[in-house]
């Protein structure tokens, strides 16, 4: 069992900044697979980015590809999502997940938070 806390969402104008983090418990962190999905109003929950357990492989959404960035620190259980740039067609409840194995599908991810809400005005 893995339980996932997401963290540092909020309002941000346009071009700003934000960074999310998950802290995780349970079994060994870094023999999972950590990913960020993002959920606007009406529309179905879309991958944003994911990570490998080691942290050496990672792979981003085309739409925030160059803005965003994942990373993790094993020994505190944490995994972050660095926002640059932020638009407000970033504006979404962004979920941390945790899996087995490097997926851009929700399916795929065993594990979820309970999602931090990020908001970009215009």
């Known amino acids: 069992q893995v339980q996932l806390v997401e963290s540092g969402g909020g309002l941000v104008q346009a071009g700003g900044s934000l960074r999310l983090s998950c802290a995780a418990s349970?079994?060994?962190?870094?023999?999972?697979?950590m990913a960020w999905f993002r959920q606007a109003p009406g529309k179905q929950r879309e991958f944003v980015a994911d990570?490998?357990?080691?942290?050496?492989?990672?792979y981003y959404a085309d739409a925030v590809k160059g803005r965003f960035t994942i990373f993790r620190d094993n020994a505190k259980n944490t995994v972050y999502l660095q926002m640059n740039n932020l638009k407000p067609e970033d504006t979404a409840v962004y979920y941390c997940?945790?899996?087995?194995?490097?997926?851009?599908?929700?399916?795929?991810?065993?594990?979820w938070g309970q999602g931090t809400q990020v908001t970009v005005s215009s």
């Open positions: 997940s945790a899996g087995g194995l490097l997926s851009t599908e929700p399916g795929s991810y065993d594990y």
């Open positions: 349970g079994r060994k962190f870094s023999s999972n697979v």
């Open positions: 990570i490998s357990g080691a942290g050496s492989s990672s």
